[in-house]
């Protein structure tokens, strides 16, 4: 007979996060070369041509009163004609020739394209070989080249641009290879910021005033730790409804993580607390200016109407509904890890790396433990720390509040609700240098220690710069442009029942792409809301799917920074969060649906 060969188990490692987003990289640069090849036309320069420079004494002898009026011709191309001013509306979308070329009978007859070309073109499709500058438009019909080249003979050198949705420029190896690199560069903010956190969370760790006073909470909140999960959420959640709460969340993953941890659950529960909470706000987001406010801003700059206070209340209902799915599934899996550890989600080697970190929240359970009086001022520092960042990162202006315009701007030459992550980074430094002096590490104990910390986040700033390298393949070849185009002309032809559900998917792919709400709202909606006012459909509705599509999406992609960076802080592998989560982010995704379509009836 024959035996049966005893065959070992193996089992399959998860690809890292790094290899994730490097795959979708590869993807995108491959299918730059599927796609159709773009068409080109001339650059419109609305900046450069509404502020013409003149030399020195040019126009001081007499007041511009020989400027152009822009009249069409017959044959689609626009003639000049004396005016009394030269004004914005003249300069724009324009080229530049001379008083003297224009006053030229001939030249009058001629189309402006004619005059272009036996003028001297510079790198900006700027014409300007005489004495004083006047405006010639372009053709309304503007000519259309299959390449670069032929259009810069025409346009010179960057006066070019690709006509809106005709193609998709082929990624070179080198800017494969080069995203991640570039997108180092494009969050160099937000790492400096992680890097900073890190010192200054190793600093606090050294008080050792965060353990101790997160065993006395856990202590006091036993049997009650659910309600702390629920009051996290609902508080991370209005922080993200009212100005994006997403990456500021960063610096809150170790503490959370360590407080489920030292709890009884797992640091995948801290993650959902924090990830789930503030995503549920950004996803209904009703004022905030990084997402609604930059879609409302595009609708209104197209000349599309809408109603405000719809907006909202469709935000508000996204919210609450998201959050309470999410809230049902994170306490769900909070019980059952409580009653039973092996339910946990997290791998072995997960669950070592949890335990080595967040082992000695553990340690340690005297009742009479208590708090020393430099742990305390240690905490409140702590506390102070974050609270500041909050107040800092909130645009108040946006709400017609000047109150710390005055008086706040003396420590990081930006006064509060202007900051961003360059001021943050500078606020946990100066809290960092605050905690050594109170706990007297001295000048070599405290560089050591915060230098450690900053190495501890190495892995993090990687993660977060690989991850925005998908961003920047995608705008160097105009995937994202040609994606949103060719999709609305095909939304176009769909009754709104279908055309809400379809938009919502649509930008469910973008945002896997352009993970920035600001972004994605700033690229789509001047695309999407026309096409809706079109045909009828309430742009109300479509203002918010981008929004909440967006939102859904930076609950569980790996081209998230702040996924990214909460994840690898927590000690939680990116492959575990997307097998937990991916149940409750299609669970969103449906009620949103539902919502999206019930407001558009």
């Known amino acids: 007979m024959f035996r049966k060969k005893n065959r070992k188990k193996h089992s399959r490692a998860m690809l890292s996060a790094y290899s994730i987003i490097m795959i979708l990289i590869i993807l995108l640069g491959i299918l730059s070369h599927v796609l159709p090849k773009p068409q080109y036309t001339a650059a419109v320069l609305e900046d450069e041509a509404s502020s013409v420079e003149v030399g020195p004494g040019e126009w001081e002898d007499e007041a511009p009163a020989e400027g152009l009026e822009l009249e069409s011709s017959e044959e689609g191309a626009f003639e000049p004609v004396v005016s009394d001013e030269v004004t914005d509306e003249n300069l724009s979308e324009s080229r530049m020739v001379t008083n003297e070329e224009v006053a030229d009978d001939e030249m009058s007859n001629r189309s402006s394209e004619e005059v272009v070309l036996e003028e001297e073109a510079t790198t900006d499709g700027v014409v300007s070989s005489g004495e004083e500058l006047v405006a010639i438009a372009k053709s309304t019909e503007a000519e259309t080249f299959d390449s670069l080249e032929a259009c810069e003979e025409v346009y010179g050198e960057e006066g070019c641009a690709i006509v809106d949705g005709s193609g998709v420029v082929g990624a070179q190896l080198y800017q494969i290879l080069m995203a991640p690199i570039l997108g180092f560069a494009d969050a160099i903010d937000v790492c400096i910021f992680v890097m900073v956190l890190g010192g200054f969370l190793a600093i606090m760790a050294k008080t050792k005033a965060l353990e101790t006073g997160i065993k006395i909470l856990v202590r006091k909140m036993h049997g009650k730790e659910y309600l702390l999960i629920l009051l996290l959420m609902f508080i991370f959640s209005i922080l993200g409804t009212t100005y994006g709460f997403l990456e500021e969340s960063v610096g809150f993953y170790v503490l959370i993580a360590a407080t489920m941890f030292a709890a009884g659950m797992d640091p995948l529960v801290g993650v959902a607390t924090i990830l789930l909470g503030a995503g549920s706000g950004v996803l209904g987001s009703t004022i905030n200016p990084f997402a609604t406010g930059v879609a409302v801003s595009a609708m209104k700059d197209a000349g599309i109407e809408?109603?405000?206070?719809?907006?909202?209340?469709?935000?508000?209902?996204?919210?609450?509904?998201?959050?309470?799915?999410?809230?049902?599934?994170?306490?769900?899996?909070?019980?059952?890890?409580?009653?039973d550890k092996g339910s946990t989600f997290l791998s072995l080697r997960e669950q070592a790396m949890a335990e080595k970190k967040y082992g000695n929240f553990l340690e340690g359970k005297d009742e009479t433990e208590k708090l020393t009086g430099k742990q305390i001022a240690s905490l409140i520092v702590f506390s102070l720390a974050f609270l500041v960042m909050i107040v800092g990162f909130i645009p108040w202006g946006d709400f017609g509040i000047t109150f710390f315009d005055s008086w706040t701007g003396w420590l990081t030459g930006a006064p509060l609700g202007l900051w961003w992550f360059y001021e943050a980074a500078l606020w946990f430094l100066i809290a960092s240098i605050i905690l050594a002096i109170i706990n007297r590490q001295g000048e070599h104990g405290f560089v050591d220690t915060f230098i450690d910390g900053a190495d501890d986040m190495i892995g993090v700033v990687l993660i977060i710069a690989v991850a925005r390298g998908a961003s920047v393949l995608m705008a160097e070849t105009a995937l994202d442009n040609y994606i949103i185009y060719n999709a609305s002309n095909f939304l176009a032809t769909l009754p709104e029942m279908a055309f809400v559900p379809l938009n919502y998917l649509l930008h469910v792919v973008l945002s896997v792409l352009v993970p920035s709400s600001s972004g994605l709202a700033t690229l789509s909606t001047p695309i999407i809301a026309p096409v809706a006012a079109n045909l009828g459909y309430s742009t109300n509705v479509a203002a918010m799917t981008i929004v909440a599509a967006n939102g859904l999406v930076n609950l569980i992609t790996p081209t998230c920074g702040a996924i990214m960076a909460g994840l690898a802080l927590a000690k939680v592998d990116y492959s575990t969060w997307f097998k937990w989560g991916i149940r409750v982010v299609a669970c969103i995704a449906v009620i949103n649906i539902v919502v999206l379509c019930l407001f558009s009836l």
């Open 306 to 339: 809408f109603n405000q206070g719809t907006v909202i209340l469709i935000a508000t209902v996204l919210w609450l509904t998201t959050l309470a799915i999410s809230a049902f599934f994170v306490v769900k899996y909070a019980k059952k890890v409580q009653r």
